[in-house]
């Protein structure tokens, strides 16, 4: 009898541990599979088959074909380049450039830009000035940037991004007088930009070597 009581204690003893250890939830347990006869049965979706498949661009999409060649080459050359991170760039020095131009800012131009651009932006702030206009503009948004062409030569290397944008423009003379424009209606631009800049340089910044219009 005494034996019994004791194997009697010893396999409580044993269920207490194996409780202690398995019988606990941790959180991550994984649910038991349901028996087959208890499962949902599954519901088949009928899509239908297009007959001839379209090309799509890709949602997002921010460069184009014509411009894969290029970037494949400049991201060979400076393992650090990143698309996302220049476009986000790019559209910053957009709005500094045009703001600035429009301030009438030639310092600023002047690192934002390569000799010749800033010569060209220099020459018609002067005109403007000379006819006593004053533009008060504004950059209301910037609709897409995306990447159109790239090169690479030697170490320099270029990449044009078209910019679709609204901007808000208003020409005053001398008295204030809105002689052109309006503040209320945007108008769409299509700029197409090209910036440069010589990979490994201790420049780290992209600067605009030419511009022209859609």
Do not use: C
Not at 57 to 78: F, L, M, N, Q
Not at 128 to 133: F, L
Not at 181 to 202: C, N, P, Q, Y
Request: aromatic share 6%; net charge negative; no cysteine.
């Amino acid at each position: 009898m005494f034996l019994v009581v004791i194997l009697a204690m010893v396999a409580g003893f044993m269920a207490l541990q194996l409780y202690r250890v398995l019988g606990k939830r941790t959180g991550h347990e994984q649910p038991l599979p349901k028996p087959a006869e208890d499962r949902a049965p599954l519901t088949v979706v009928q899509r239908p088959v297009e007959a001839i498949a379209e090309a799509r661009e890709p949602v997002g999409r921010s460069v184009e074909p014509k411009a894969e060649a290029g970037i494949r080459a400049i991201i060979a050359a400076d393992s650090s380049f990143d698309v996302a991170r220049f476009l986000e760039g790019a559209q910053s020095a957009y709005r500094m450039i045009l703001e600035a131009y429009w301030k009438g800012d030639e310092e600023q131009l002047g690192w934002l830009a390569e000799d010749e651009v800033r010569d060209a932006f220099t020459q018609a702030i002067l005109a403007r000035n000379t006819a006593g206009h004053v533009l008060d503009n504004r950059l209301v948004s910037i609709e897409r940037a995306i990447i159109t062409d790239a090169s690479l030569e030697g170490k320099l290397a270029r990449i044009t991004v078209r910019f679709d944008a609204d901007i808000a423009a208003v020409t005053r003379d001398g008295d204030s007088v809105v002689i052109a424009g309006s503040m209320t209606d945007a108008v769409e631009t299509h700029d197409i930009w090209t910036f440069a800049r010589t990979l490994k340089s201790k420049d780290p910044n992209w600067k605009l070597a030419d511009t022209d219009e859609v």
